[in-house]
């Protein structure tokens, strides 16, 4: 009888020890190196533009940088850090015209590094437009034309403004679609 019971014993534990080392209990991470995190579309990152563009010296297709404002978390996990830097272009360039008609820049951003170093796209763009001078064309005009008729159209040929869009103009990007990253690359918020 004691022998059986000292058998049952050292099964039991026996047991324990393999249940333990299934469940992960002797210090090994609770989560899966295979576990990963979906990070859905349409997720805000902040950014601020690198450095200033004109509308007098752009050319479409110029590379632009923007700095992430603030970390971006997703569950508890960080997965783009601040200071990280996203790319972006230039899309279009309009430079001042006759008839007091002012500058246009179109810049779209296009990826941001992840915390785990790969990159994702992003979906933002945004037009600054140069001042316009219509109202000061009305005006010349009509001034000139108390005095002299004939040179009042002259003025239609003033232009307007350039479009200037100074560093560290904001703007809000969003991510292009869901991404899916492995958590253990990935640091804790």
């Not at 479409?60 to 404002?69: K, T, Y």
């Not at 350039?162 to 809000?172: A, F, G, N, Q, Y």
């Amino acid at each position: 009888m004691k022998m059986y019971r000292a058998h049952q014993r050292h099964r039991f534990t026996s047991t324990l020890f393999i249940l333990l080392l299934n469940c992960n209990a002797f210090g090994a991470d609770l989560v899966s190196p295979a576990a990963r995190l979906t990070i859905p579309g349409g997720t805000s990152v902040q950014l601020l533009l690198a450095n200033t563009i004109s509308s007098a010296h752009a050319h479409v297709g110029d590379p632009l940088n923007f700095v992430v404002v603030r970390d971006v978390v997703v569950n508890g996990f960080t997965v783009i850090r601040a200071g990280s830097i996203a790319h972006g272009s230039v899309t279009a360039i309009h430079h001042k015209r006759v008839l007091g008609i002012g500058g246009e820049v179109g810049l779209k951003l296009n990826s941001v590094p992840l915390a785990t170093g790969e990159s994702v796209e992003l979906s933002a763009q945004k037009k600054v437009k140069g001042p316009s001078h219509f109202l000061l064309i009305a005006a010349e005009m009509l001034g000139t034309a108390v005095f002299y008729m004939p040179a009042a159209p002259i003025f239609l040929l003033s232009r307007g403004g350039d479009s200037t869009v100074l560093k560290s103009t904001e703007i809000t990007a969003h991510l292009e679609g869901d991404t899916s990253v492995a958590i253990a690359a990935l640091p804790v918020a």
